[in-house]
């Protein structure tokens, strides 16, 4: 019931950088894990990265291995604002990007944040070569 609403998409070229903020539509982010999503056409839901928020092991980060090295997520407690930190674009990484409250749950390779609702409103990343 909670919306979050992705912004800071954009077009750049190859290499480039963007950052993307994820932030609730006025209630707390009250679920375990924050997870930024994509989906590009004709591909799947991609989940590309996620933040654990619960009380303990907060701060712990999971991400697509496709992404793993130049996007960071973060959270600001604060303002209540995901972040996602994207470097060294390439033209694979366009989608439409969305935040969604999810469920940690374990995988083979560590762990992934699972959506647990609706997405909220998606931003447009745009990369070109």
């Known amino acids: 019931q909670v919306q979050l609403v992705a912004a800071g998409g954009g077009s750049v070229q190859a290499g480039g950088s963007l950052t993307l903020t994820c932030t609730s539509s006025?209630?707390?982010?009250?679920?375990?894990?924050i997870g930024w999503l994509r989906q590009a056409p004709g591909k799947e839901r991609e989940k590309v990265a996620g933040?654990?928020?619960?009380?303990?092991?907060?701060?712990?980060?999971t991400y697509h291995d496709s992404v793993k090295g130049r996007f960071t997520i973060s959270l600001d407690n604060n303002s209540k604002t995901v972040y996602l930190q994207m470097n060294d674009l390439k033209p694979e990484d366009t989608a439409m990007y969305y935040c969604a409250a999810g469920v940690p749950r374990v995988t083979s390779s560590g762990w992934s944040c699972a959506p647990s609702g609706d997405w909220g409103p998606g931003t447009q990343v745009t990369v070109s070569s």
């Open positions: 006025g209630y707390t982010f009250d679920s375990r894990c």
């Open positions: 933040i654990y928020t619960g009380v303990t092991s907060g701060g712990s980060t």
